[in-house]
Nanobody, 117 residues
């Protein structure tokens, strides 16, 4: 199990940028696939992006070219750089860690991102 804490959410105008951080503790960080999800009001939680321990990344079509996921294994932290934000990016963003060996999953508490003028 790994303990996760997200930070970096807030209110931003359309076209602006935010960087979310997800700090993990309690296990070998590099052995986890790290994922960012989001959930907008009245909608299902959706996968935004994920990154493997080796740095392979995958993005949802809706954020390709605007969002970048990265990780610093030495700091046990994963980031989500969000550029060119749109009102439809408004959601609670959750960080999730999946253990490669066991499939065990841990979630953070979420951080609110609001894109509005």
């Amino acid at each position: 199990q790994v303990h996760i804490v997200e930070s970096g959410g807030g209110l931003v105008q359309p076209g602006g940028s935010l960087r979310l951080s997800c700090a993990a503790s309690g296990s070998i960080f590099s052995s986890y696939i790290m994922r960012w999800f989001r959930q907008a009001p009245g909608k299902q939680r959706e996968l935004v992006a994920y990154i493997t321990g080796g740095g392979t990344t995958v993005y949802a079509d809706s954020v390709k070219g605007r969002f970048t996921i990265s990780r610093d294994n030495a700091k046990a932290t994963v980031y989500l750089q969000m550029n060119s934000l749109k009102p439809e990016d408004t959601a609670v963003y959750y960080c999730n860690a999946v253990a490669i060996t066991t499939g065990g999953s841990s979630w953070g508490q979420g951080t609110q991102v609001t894109v509005s003028s």
